[in-house]
């Protein structure tokens, strides 16, 4: 049974941080990217992060970049987001997702997690 389950979020000021953790099992977790999705209270789910399968490249939304940062430990079958500098407008449920393929568009992720609130505070 696949499963991805996230943990991490919370409530933080903004310019503040936060680490969201994503624990993956049922699958061959090293052979899957892995990406990080939020969705805001009505706006649609957008890309955030995403990891090649070994881990040695990396994609951000242009709004994140700079300031968020994913990582994946396939001994554990863990994969982060480590984010900083937190604005109010990062606010949002985040989700980790895994796909057979290097892709940014969430229709092409086949598992998710449920998700994680995080709220930045002004």
């Known amino acids: 049974q696949v499963q991805l389950v996230e943990s991490g979020g919370g409530l933080v000021q903004a310019g503040g941080s936060l680490r969201l953790s994503c624990a993956a099992s049922?699958?061959?977790?090293?052979?899957?990217?892995m990406g990080w999705f939020r969705q805001a209270p009505g706006k649609e789910r957008e890309f955030v992060a995403a990891i090649t399968w070994e881990g040695s490249g990396t994609t951000y939304a242009d709004s994140v970049k700079g300031r968020f940062t994913i990582s994946r430990d396939n001994s554990k079958n863990m994969v982060y987001l480590q984010m900083i500098s937190l604005k109010p407008e990062d606010t949002a449920v985040y989700s980790c997702a895994s796909s057979t393929g290097y892709y940014f568009n969430p229709s092409f992720y086949q598992n998710w997690g449920q998700g994680t609130q995080v709220t930045v505070s002004s």
């Open positions: 049922g699958f061959a977790f090293n052979r899957y990217v």
